[in-house]
């Protein structure tokens, strides 16, 4: 892929502090095809917003990006209530992709974020390989965006990607499709909810996808034990927050194996210490999401942290990092702060 | 709105299941109008994970009160701080009641834990000039803070252990009898259930009543979108709680749409 890191397993590389030049500031800059990112923190789609309600904690411009929530062809409502539920160590959302559709946001959102000089990462819902098409090319007439990234994921709505999701040839093809639409930066976000999400990858690569985004909510469920109802209206909903982040590492190792294009890790992650494990795992860029809900200034938090661990371990650039998983050894526990 | 770290400076238990938090805030006290709320964070743990959104309960100088029941495992944690403890707190938010306007008596009409917004609105609308009366109601004497927090306080008790026996629509009805409905606006917090039978009573008697709607939120910010309500009006179906709301128009809004928290 021209102008694409190539990341591959930088694994069984050992850091040794003595040995590196602990006294520079670490870069943290990464490129995926024309976007430089100018650190690996993102925010993911739907935690949010436009990018704009959160002026008051958190300067837009300090972010690697901003992911906007889902933009559908037509503004949409969204779910009935109750959407929310807190479960154990995290949360279950049915929002059902309301926003306020592309017209709208190419109008009264898009120059608002240019003027905040942020990188803009446009996520894009649909319920047609059509619709998909249509959204992208709108924003294609439009200056301000950095990259797609695609939802074919989403676990609320009939129409709203899933049934696209763990159809491995319909991810196919909208790949297919929008690579052939724009020459931006296109990832491609993927479901947890498959069997094999490392064939999903490796479709999106085939069909020149830049970067997949691993991975979209978990499908979940909660009851009212005293009243035996859902506690969310749509019964089952996308689960997400701390809990889920062993379960998302174990898929962004299965896609780092599996495929050569970065790999965008999401789930669960609420400090830079949980972002770095998914560096170290292969993720090439991370986005943080039910933690913007609790403080919305987390990821640029996230971001000085991942600095000031580089800089700690003698790192010169935040792709020393990436993909430097040592699975030669026996595994470590301790320096993890174990008991 | 902001966002700071604060130290406790009273807690303590008010009433059956009832409890209390003061802490001290310049900024967020001196930006913070009737009716908003403020988000706060149990603890640094992930579990519970997500803030708990409180109204505004009092605000004395620099020093910001909430008020809340007990009913799971953030409110158990909060109940339980102490003098000295640090507090993540996040706000003011929401849009305040819209209390501004040509009228002579406001009449605040709160049921349970509802009564959280009632005392900073009661002394704004003193500071406005108007006239107020609180009509309060819980289940039982025990349920109730009775200790001056309420400005003019009319008390309902469903079992008649203290003041009216009956619910706060009978003890409005009681009072509108006795000083009759003109150049009045209601104010009210509670159950659903409760601002329903209200919302019922003054909309057949042409009274406006503006309600403070409760529901669980995820960022109390708008930008998970968790807390629709729907709307009654206008093009939209839904309205987000926590920046559109909390305080709504009854009329403008489908109350059965949101599950009751109380």
């Not at chain 1, 909510?217 to 005293?226: R, S």
């Amino acid at each position: 892929m021209p102008g694409c890191i190539v990341v591959r397993f930088l694994a069984s590389f050992p850091i040794r502090q003595s040995q590196r030049h602990s006294s520079l500031v670490a870069s943290t800059e990464i490129t995926i095809r024309n976007v430089t990112f100018k650190n690996p923190v993102l925010t993911a789609s739907g935690t949010f917003g436009y990018g704009l309600e959160c002026e008051s904690f958190v300067d837009v411009a300090e972010l690697g990006a901003v992911v906007t929530k889902s933009i559908s062809r037509k503004p949409r409502d969204g779910n009935p209530p109750q959407r929310i539920c807190e479960t154990t160590g995290g949360m279950l959302n049915s929002i059902g992709l309301a926003n306020v559709g592309v017209d709208v946001f190419l109008s009264s959102k898009l120059p608002l974020l240019r003027e905040r000089n942020a990188t803009v990462v446009v996520n894009i819902a649909a319920s047609s390989v059509e619709e998909y098409c249509y959204v992208l090319e709108r924003c294609e007439e439009h200056e301000g965006i950095a990259g797609y990234e695609i939802n074919v994921s989403c676990p609320n709505v009939k129409d709203g990607g899933l049934n696209f999701g763990t159809h491995c040839p319909s991810v196919a093809q909208i790949t297919r499709e929008l690579r052939g639409r724009t020459s931006k930066m296109l990832a491609m976000k993927l479901t947890p909810n498959v069997t094999s999400i490392a064939e999903f990858a490796r479709a999106c690569e085939g069909e020149g996808a830049d970067a997949v985004s691993c991975v979209n909510t978990f499908v979940g469920m909660a009851v009212d034990i005293h009243t035996r109802r859902p506690k969310i209206a749509t019964i089952t909903g996308g689960y997400s927050g701390p809990a889920i982040k062993p379960m998302a590492l174990a898929k962004v190792y299965e896609v780092r194996k599996a495929v050569n294009i970065p790999i965008i890790g999401i789930g669960g992650i609420m400090n830079a210490a949980d972002a770095i494990e998914f560096l170290v795992v292969g993720a090439t860029l991370v986005q943080v999401g039910t933690a913007l809900f609790v403080d919305p200034a987390a990821g640029t938090a996230i971001a000085r942290g991942i600095e000031t661990y580089l800089s700690e371990h003698g790192m010169a650039s935040v792709r020393e990092l990436i993909g430097s998983l040592d699975t030669s050894m026996q595994p470590s526990l301790i320096a993890a702060g174990w008991g | 709105m902001f966002q700071e770290t604060v130290s406790i400076l009273h807690s303590a238990q008010v009433a059956e299941n009832v409890y209390t938090l003061e802490f001290v805030s310049e900024r967020i006290a001196h930006a913070t109008l009737p009716g908003q709320f403020l988000n706060l964070k149990p603890d640094d743990s992930f579990d519970p994970l997500l803030r708990r959104a409180y109204s505004v309960h009092r605000i004395r100088e620099d020093r910001i009160e909430v008020i809340f029941n007990v009913v799971g495992k953030g409110s158990r944690i909060l109940a339980a701080k102490e003098p000295g403890d640090p507090l993540d707190v996040m706000g003011p938010l929401g849009v305040p009641f819209h209390y501004e306007g040509e009228y002579g008596t406001a009449i605040l009409v709160s049921g349970g834990v509802g009564i959280a917004p009632m005392p900073i609105l009661g002394d704004r609308l003193l500071a406005l000039g108007k006239s107020v009366v609180n009509i309060h109601g819980a289940r039982t004497a025990g349920m109730i803070a009775n200790d001056g927090r309420l400005t003019n306080p009319i008390f309902a008790t469903d079992d008649g252990s203290l003041g009216f026996h009956g619910n706060v629509v009978g003890a409005l009805d009681a009072w509108l009898h006795d000083h009759g409905a003109s150049n009045v606006r209601l104010f009210a917090c509670g159950p659903n259930r409760m601002l329903g039978a209200l919302g019922e009573y003054c909309n057949a008697r042409g009274l406006p009543l503006e309600v403070s709607l409760e529901c669980q939120m995820a960022c109390g910010i708008g930008i998970c979108q968790g807390c629709p309500v729907e709307m009654a009006t206008g093009n939209r179906k839904y309205t987000l709680v926590c920046t559109h709301g909390p305080n709504y128009d009854i009329n403008d809004i489908v109350l059965d749409s949101i599950p009751s928290v109380h």
